[in-house]
């Protein structure tokens, strides 16, 4: 499957999506801060540096520090088992789509944040 497509989409126009499932299910826009932080490292300056440019998926993650308990992320998002994606950048990129999912799904942050 050729994922370039969702690779050289702009983060900056799929983050208010985000914000917009968890708001319908009552959660916030820091919560999906909060997530987005424990994933990739950056901080508030970088995502909005991020945002304002519309850094692209694939420079977003390359950027990255994933936290190092990525690997406990595990589960299906959009028909697949995130732990078993060959695709390390579209395993990421998923890795944050279940992640506001579950968020949106009223799931705990202390269990959404795997530690």
């Given at each position: 499957?050729d ?26 826009k ?8 424990w994933?990739?490292g ?15 998926f ?20 959009c028909?697949?088992r ?9 395993q990421?990129?998923r890795?944050?789509?279940k ?15 795997r530690?």
């Open positions: 499957m994922n370039t497509r969702v690779y050289k989409m702009s983060f900056a126009s799929v983050y208010p999506l985000y914000i917009k499932k968890v708001e319908r299910k009552g959660r916030t820091e919560e999906v801060d909060h997530i987005i932080f994933l990739t950056y901080d508030v300056k970088a995502l909005q540096k991020i945002i304002d440019n519309k850094t692209d694939e420079t977003f993650f390359a950027n990255a520090k994933l936290n190092p308990n990525v690997s406990k992320i595990t589960g299906v998002i028909g697949y995130v732990e078993d994606i060959e695709d390390k950048l579209m990421q990129v890795y944050l789509d992640l506001i999912d579950e968020l949106a799904k009223g799931k705990a942050m202390e269990k959404i944040l530690k």
